[in-house]
C-alpha cells in the first residue's frame, strides 16, 4: 500500500503564496508520477499540475501556468507545489496523486491522499 498526505493548506490572502507537501509513504515505488487536483465546492475535481518521476517533466493546467510551480525531492518522498499570486478561484481542496506510469492523462492516478483545504480571501 502506499499512503499519500497533504499539508501546507490554510487561509491566505489573494496575491499571496503558500507551498503545499505531500509526503508518500509505504510501495513509493508505485507511485514514481505525482500530481495534484483540486475540488472547489459544486465542482468537479480537476487537475493542477504533474511531475515525471525525476522531475524532468512537468505539465500544467492553463489556469494555473506562471503561478504554480510543481517540484518534488525524491529523497524525502515528497513532492511540492508553490501557488503565487493566488486568486480566489484557487480556493479548493487540493489533492495529492500519484501513478507508476505516466504523467498523462489524469485517469492514470490511482493513489489519493485526503486532501488539504486551501481558502482564498478576496
Known amino acids: 500500500q502506499v499512503q499519500l498526505v497533504e499539508s501546507g493548506g490554510r487561509l491566505v490572502q489573494a496575491g499571496g503564496s503558500l507551498r503545499l507537501s505531500c509526503a508518500a509513504s509505504?510501495?513509493?515505488?508505485?507511485?514514481?508520477?505525482r500530481a495534484w487536483f483540486r475540488q472547489a465546492p459544486g465542482k468537479e475535481r480537476e487537475f493542477v499540475a504533474a511531475?515525471?518521476?525525476?522531475?524532468?517533466?512537468?505539465y500544467y493546467a492553463s489556469s494555473v501556468k506562471g503561478r504554480f510551480t510543481i517540484s518534488r525531492d525524491n529523497a524525502k518522498n515528497t513532492v511540492y507545489l508553490q501557488m503565487n499570486s493566488l486568486k480566489p478561484e484557487d480556493a479548493a481542496v487540493y489533492y495529492c496523486?500519484?501513478?507508476?506510469?505516466?504523467?498523462?492523462?489524469?485517469?492514470?492516478?490511482?493513489?489519493w491522499g485526503q486532501g488539504t483545504q486551501v481558502t482564498v480571501s478576496p
Open positions: 496523486a500519484g501513478a507508476g506510469g505516466s504523467i498523462w492523462p489524469p485517469r492514470n492516478y490511482d493513489y
Open positions: 509505504g510501495r513509493t515505488f508505485s507511485v514514481y508520477t
Open positions: 511531475i515525471s518521476s525525476r522531475g524532468a517533466g512537468t
